[in-house]
C-alpha cells in the first residue's frame, strides 16, 4: 500500500514511528500518525490543521495529556495497532473515492478522522476542533484548484 503514497505522506508515517518511540509506546495508533502529518516537512495536511488553530506542539501536548508516557523505550520496529492500519487503510479509500491514484498527507488525515474518534477526537476536541471540521477543511483544500496540495 505504501507504494501509492506521496514522498511527504511517507515522510509522515515515518514521523508517526518517531513519535510513538518518543513518548515511548509499543504501537504507532492514529494519534501518531496525526502528529506525522503536522510534523512532515510540506505536508498539505499541516497547513489545513494550521489553519484549524491545531499546531504540533499543543497536539504533542494534548497527547500526552491524554495517553502519557511509556515507561520504557521501544527497541527495533514498533508496529501499527489495528486502529492506525484502519485509518492507512480508509486513507486509501479517501483517495480512491476521490479517483486520486496517490495518497497524500490530506487523504492520511481523511482516514485519521473518518476512522473510529475516540482517538483522533481526544486530541482535538480539547484543542477546539472537531473531526467534522477538519474533514470539511481537507476536502476544501482538495477542491480547491488555486491552492497547493501535495501530487
Same mark, same amino acid.
Given at each position: 500500500?505504501?507504494?501509492?503514497? /506521496? ?5 509522515? *508515517? ?11 509506546? %509499543? ?9 506525522? *502529518? ?5 505536508? /498539505?495536511?499541516? %497547513? ?7 499546531? &504540533?506542539?499543543?497536539?504533542? /501536548? ?11 523505550? &521501544? ?6 495497532? %489495528?486502529?492506525?492500519?484502519? =485509518?492507512? +487503510?480508509?486513507?486509501?479509500? +479517501? ?18 478522522? =473518518?476512522?473510529? &474518534? ?11 476542533? %472537531?473531526? #467534522?471540521? *477538519?474533514?470539511?477543511?481537507?476536502? #476544501?483544500?482538495?477542491?480547491?484548484? #488555486?491552492? &497547493? /496540495? +501535495?501530487?
Amino acid at each position: 500500500m505504501f507504494e501509492r503514497f /506521496t514522498n511527504t505522506a511517507r515522510r509522515a *508515517v515515518v514521523l508517526s514511528q518517531l513519535e510513538a518511540r518518543q513518548l515511548r509506546h %509499543d504501537s504507532i495508533a492514529p494519534r501518531h500518525l496525526l502528529l506525522g *502529518v503536522m510534523t512532515a516537512e510540506s505536508a /498539505t495536511a499541516a %497547513d489545513v490543521l494550521g489553519e484549524l488553530g491545531v499546531q &504540533p506542539e499543543a497536539a504533542r /501536548t494534548q497527547v500526552i495529556a491524554t495517553y502519557g508516557r511509556g515507561e520504557d523505550e &521501544p527497541s527495533g520496529h514498533i508496529p501499527f495497532s %489495528d486502529s492506525a492500519k484502519e =485509518a492507512l +487503510e480508509l486513507s486509501l479509500r +479517501e483517495a480512491l473515492a476521490l479517483k486520486h491514484s496517490y495518497i497524500g498527507t490530506l487523504h492520511l488525515l481523511l482516514g485519521l478522522v =473518518a476512522g473510529p &474518534p475516540e482517538d483522533i477526537a481526544a486530541v482535538l476536541d480539547p484543542l477546539g476542533v %472537531d473531526c #467534522d471540521a *477538519v474533514r470539511q477543511a481537507a476536502m #476544501d483544500r482538495l477542491s480547491a484548484s #488555486d491552492l &497547493p /496540495t +501535495e501530487p
